[in-house]
């Protein structure tokens, strides 16, 4: 059973930057999907960005395209979601979340983590 905890969120103005980790934990990662959502109050939860563990090409959402990027430390078995130029409307819940590659569905969920950008 995999285990995510996300940290890294806080509160910064526009145009700042955060970088928000995922660690996994309790069996080996290389053969899942690592994936980062949000939500905003009052709106559903999306997609932000997603990419295998052993690497290939990532997916953005359009509305962080060129701002987001994703990385990962493989002997850290840790995550990154590195967020630049940061919007107002960027303010969210992000968590990080898991699926076995090909699967469907994120099975596994982190508690979630507060990024708030306001000035």
């Known amino acids: 059973q995999v285990q995510l905890v996300e940290s890294g969120g806080g509160l910064v103005q526009p145009g700042e930057s955060l970088r928000l980790s995922c660690a996994a934990s309790g069996r080996t990662f290389t053969n899942y999907v690592m994936g980062w959502f949000r939500q905003a109050p009052g709106k559903e939860r999306e997609l932000v960005a997603a990419?295998?563990?052993?690497?290939?090409?990532?997916y953005y959402a359009d509305s962080v395209k060129g701002r987001f990027t994703l990385s990962r430390h493989n002997v850290k078995n840790t995550g990154y979601l590195q967020m630049n130029s940061l919007k107002p409307e960027d303010t969210a819940v992000y968590y990080c979340?898991?699926?076995?590659?090909?699967?469907?569905?994120?099975?596994?969920w982190g508690h979630g983590t507060q990024v708030t950008v306001s000035s």
């Open positions: 979340a898991a699926k076995i590659r090909g699967g469907t569905d994120y099975q596994t």
């Open positions: 990419i295998a563990w052993t690497g290939g090409d990532a």
